[in-house]
């Protein structure tokens, strides 16, 4: 059973503060940390599971899971054989720095390379909330509609990354793509945008090979 | 062009006041009013567009759309021959009740029976903020998963009905509808669950069934 940390909205203070902190941890244990921003059902954890497989060999994934109740994702996780703890919010609509904190320690740092960090299904409330984490990715899938970053607009300006997620079922839901890379790039003009399904695993090399350049990049 | 309304944060005090003076209106008016809570991209205004057609001749619908910026849906209302008032956010994660305020105050209320006021993409901070309505409707889409009751569990508790959308997409995306119920009976054994899809028409007449009769239980 994976590890549930259950955390209330009162101890909060500081969050910037805590998630310096974090990010110091997490720079020190060579791990970069990817806080994963999407609506509820938009396949955040699908993503994440089909990443780690696709880097197994290269680089060690470990996943923390943000729900507001439940643990079926980070079982999930640990059934794919990943370092994961799982959050409950209790109610609260995104993640703070001081819940990945408690996390942190209960992962095995030494052993990861990349984190990926789960927030609570909400395209609202996560983006303007630091954790500590070096990179902030958006996902949006082609049944949500093509007009999400018209709507969205904070949480996509801030992303480091854009994905689009569950193309094998574009054609079903007539997601026009070319509308969402416009609204898209009124927000930014230079964020990586990529296409994929974490299912078929179309599209999934090129977001693979970004993220190990990220991790390049952000040395360890 | 529809009326569009823009709301900062800071105007709002007592909003369970102005709630109460908001249903006192609608009720005097004699209109019904739904708010319609859901994840962004659940097909909120797919299904409110198709609700009112199916309604047409016998029930005349109103839309109140809240987005945090745009006005996409409210335009698409219009078009469609409703009244319609688009409320911006401004950032704001889900409806208050002073914007459904303004928003009442720029709509032709003599002229509506059923009063659909669509939040805030959003399955999470909607649920516990009283607008005025008479009855609150989850919707949640088949491609955002079976397990959406157990991880908000807020929403669905608080819900007078819940809708299942896109179930024309429903084997493409592999969702468990037995699952699905079974998580939201563990929350409300009653609440009506209705499966349908906007777009082929599918379950829409149990649907509209059931809004006519709440329309008559509620009087006007």
Known sequence: MPKTISVGRSIFANNDEVAGENRRRLDTAGVLAINVMASP???????????????????????????????????????????????????????????????????????IDLLFIENVGNLVCPAGVLLGERLRVVVSSTPEGHDKPLKY??????????????????????????????YLRQLSSVVPLFRLSARTGEGMSEWVLWLEEQRRRHGA
């Open 41 to 111: 059902g938009a396949g955040k954890t699908s993503l994440i599971l089909a990443t780690a497989r696709a880097l197994s060999g290269r680089l060690r994934c470990g996943v923390v899971e943000g729900d507001i109740a439940g643990d079926i994702d980070a079982r999930l996780a640990e059934e794919a054989g990943l370092p994961a703890v799982q959050i409950n919010t209790g109610g609260a609509c995104h993640l703070r720095a001081a819940m990945l904190a408690e996390a942190l320690g209960e992962l095995p740092l030494g052993q």
């Open 153 to 182: 607009p904070a949480a996509f300006r801030q992303a480091d990354a854009v994905v689009i997620s569950k193309c094998e079922i574009a054609d079903y839901v007539t997601f026009d793509s070319g509308t969402y890379e416009a």
